[in-house]
């Protein structure tokens, strides 16, 4: 039962204010700003934005500072942000093959056309606190190579020519949209990979893991992970075409599977796919081993009972805006809702006394 | 709501592939740049709002492995506006971000470039900022170039 209860109005505007100069912290320290945010913590901003599931690099800075550093509260100021914006189009969908590759690497494959390429990595690095980034210090210049112009071919091409892999079924179907109607079960692949998309990295990777220590039993191989930018192209109504109206940069991951066959299918490798904003490789990893776990039924692979297997345990756990909603809201105010359940306690508590009473005295 | 473009045979005077051409360098080029390309350029030709720059989110579309059906991954901000020049012409702006300035001046140098000045707009202009953007491509895929691995195999000792 909900009571709207009056008071507390001075208390709140307090604690607001006392939170605003929290956040600013020590004054005799310089203060962060927007840009700095955006450019020295760019992998936080690259979460905020895959997972607030709205591509704007200042927004996702901003939303950062104003939070505290608190991810997930900044990723609830984009979300709330998005629902304000109107809805000016979709985009075709993107060309990842036309990548301007950072980072392009196969697990699968060493020889791969277009090479192993590094990119900005933490990979390899020592794990090691390095104090010269305590001082102030010149940043070590990155080393230049002759540039390849040519696009990058998906790894999983060359698969695809022996006929070993899945080929991607291609519809123009119009995707549902989990912004405009509400999720509905059974989902569709497109739904699916939506909500993973914009899922809690850390839910999602902890489902991903589940997968590989067998809770699913796949066993998926990075057949290629990429990232770099890629244009966006809108379909302009007043023109009759459509033009690149910007940029994103995206990490895309394809993962393969040995599959043995079934009923339905040939023995052959089988395919899931990530798909995130920024510089996000984790997320990404993880999202294409859930696509794939959560496959399972159109591929007519056998069930189990695991998590990552469960559509419905997946897609209505994902998102931490959601969940963070409902267990939070707990924390506030339930006087009248607890007054009750007290009240409930005291009577059942009574009956019992009553009734023991009663016992004992007969 | 504006109305609807009427001038739908001036569109397509100067060919839709150069037009999109040049809208795509000017929705991706750094606002900065096209403020300076702009100033460089001298006066502007004064126009009236048809949309003024309006903010809003454009859903962005992947495809399951890259190559199949697609599917909806997230929005990014983008600003549209369409402005008439006083000579008539008809300048359209999509832009990725918020920035309602890059917006306008996109949309005027759409209309310019519609118009008789356009070789000098396309040289002071956008010329600069395909450049601007080429480099910048460039500049980045030497860095990543840099980290490719060249893989060698040792020879073991073994005979």
Redo the contacts between chains.
């Keep these: 039962m909900y009571v709207a209860v009056k008071g507390g109005e001075r208390a709140i505007d307090n604690a607001h204010a006392w939170l605003a100069e929290e956040r600013r912290g020590d004054t005799s320290v310089a203060e962060l700003s927007v840009p700095q945010i955006r450019e020295q913590l760019a992998l936080a901003v690259n979460r905020v934005m895959t997972e607030g599931s709205l591509y704007d690099p200042d927004l996702a800075a901003l939303a950062i500072k104003q939070s505290r550093g608190d991810l997930i509260e900044a990723i609830f100021l984009i979300r709330a942000y998005r629902t304000t914006l109107p809805r000016i189009g979709h985009s075709r969908p993107v060309e990842t093959e036309t990548m301007l590759c950072d980072r392009r690497i196969s697990a699968t494959f060493k020889d791969v056309p277009g090479g192993q390429v590094l990119g900005p990595t933490f990979d390899y690095t020592h794990r090691l606190l390095d104090f010269k980034l305590a001082a102030d210090g010149e940043a070590m210049a990155a080393q230049t190579a002759a540039p390849r112009i040519e696009p990058t071919p998906h790894v999983t091409e060359f698969l695809n020519k022996e006929g070993l892999i899945q080929t991607e079924a291609r519809s123009e179907d119009t995707p549902p949209d989990l912004t405009r109607e509400p999720m509905e079960l059974p989902a569709n692949r497109a739904l699916r990979l939506q909500a993973l998309a914009r899922g809690d990295e850390g839910f999602v990777l902890s489902m991903a893991y589940s997968t590989q220590r067998g809770y699913g039993n796949s066993h998926a191989f990075v057949g290629e992970l990429r990232i770099g930018k890629v244009a966006v192209e809108l379909d302009i109504p007043e023109l009759g075409f459509a033009i690149e109206i910007g940029e994103v940069e995206l990490t895309e991951c394809e993962t393969v599977n040995k599959f043995a066959g079934s009923k339905v299918e040939p023995p052959q490798f089988t395919r899931g796919y990530g798909l995130t904003f920024g510089q996000t490789e984790r997320k990404a990893i993880s999202m294409a081993l859930v696509d794939r776990a959560l496959r399972s039924k159109e591929l007519g692979v056998e069930m189990s009972n695991s998590p990552a297997h469960d559509e419905e345990f997946v897609l209505y756990h994902c998102d931490n805006i959601q969940a963070t909603g409902f267990l939070e809201h707990i924390k506030l105010p339930h006087y009248v809702d607890f007054q009750s359940e007290m009240e409930l306690v005291r009577k059942m508590r009574a009956e019992i006394f009553a009734a023991q009473h009663k016992e004992a005295a007969e | 709501m504006n109305k609807?473009?009427p001038a739908?045979s001036q569109?397509e005077a100067p060919g839709?592939a150069a037009?999109?051409a040049w809208?795509?360098v000017l929705?991706?080029s750094n606002p900065k740049d096209l403020n300076a390309g702009l100033a460089a350029f001298g006066a502007l030709p004064t126009f009236d709002w048809l949309r003024r720059p309006?903010?809003?989110?454009?859903?962005?579309?992947?495809?399951?492995?890259?190559?199949?059906?697609?599917?909806?991954?997230?929005?990014?901000?983008?600003t549209?506006c369409?402005l008439r020049l006083e000579s008539g012409e008809v300048g359209?702006a999509?832009?990725?971000?918020?920035d309602t300035r890059h917006a306008e001046q996109a949309a005027i140098v759409d209309a310019m470039m519609q118009g008789p000045n356009a070789a000098a707009v396309q040289a002071a202009v956008l010329t600069p900022l395909s450049e601007a953007f080429a480099t910048q491509?460039?500049?980045?895929?030497?860095?990543?170039?840099?980290?490719?691995?060249d893989?060698f195999t040792m020879v073991r000792g073994e005979d």
């Design positions: 609807m473009n739908s569109d839709p037009r999109k809208m795509s929705a991706k309006e903010i809003g989110g454009v859903m962005v579309r992947g495809r399951m492995g890259g190559t199949g059906t697609a599917f909806n991954l997230g929005e990014m901000t983008a549209r369409s359209h999509y832009v990725q971000g918020r491509r460039l500049k980045r895929a030497e860095k990543a170039a840099a980290t490719k691995v893989f």
